[in-house]
């Protein structure tokens, strides 16, 4: 049996730049709804690496799905690419590279996995928020 505060959404995005401001946007009332207002801040900056990540690094859509459990929240984004995530050291100046490590260090765990043999393909990559 689940617990009374456990949900689930995903939400299909399409290979777009926009799709981060989408995500953001959903994710926040997804959190105000169910009276996570505290987590809105940290949860929005993960899911815009997540999303933006995948724009970059996939050719295709993305699926973002939010779970929440008694103890956690997961922020999962699907996308269509294979190649696992890779955190990167960047140098000052540099203009980019510096998502994962946005996600390891706001995230209490981080992860992904390959999703080669399901029917889908691509990665799914996640991070946790312990609440």
């Given amino acids: 049996m689940s617990h009374v505060d456990d949900w689930e959404y ?19 009332l997804m959190l105000r709804a169910h009276g996570l207002g505290e987590l809105v801040v940290t949860a929005e900056l993960l899911v815009s690496e997540l999303v933006t990540n995948a724009h970059v690094h996939a050719p295709g859509p993305s699926c973002l799905r939010v779970k929440r459990s008694e103890k956690w929240l997961r922020l999962s984004v699907w996308d269509t690419s294979g190649v696992p995530p890779r955190p990167r050291v960047t140098g000052a100046c540099a203009e980019g590279g510096r998502g994962l490590g946005i996600v390891a260090e706001l995230a209490d765990q981080w992860g992904h996995y390959s999703m080669g043999l399901s029917r889908t393909g691509g990665k799914l990559v996640w991070c946790e928020l312990t609440s």
């Fill in 10 to 28: 995903s939400i299909n995005l399409p290979h777009n730049p926009l799709a981060v401001g989408v995500a953001r946007g959903a994710l926040r």
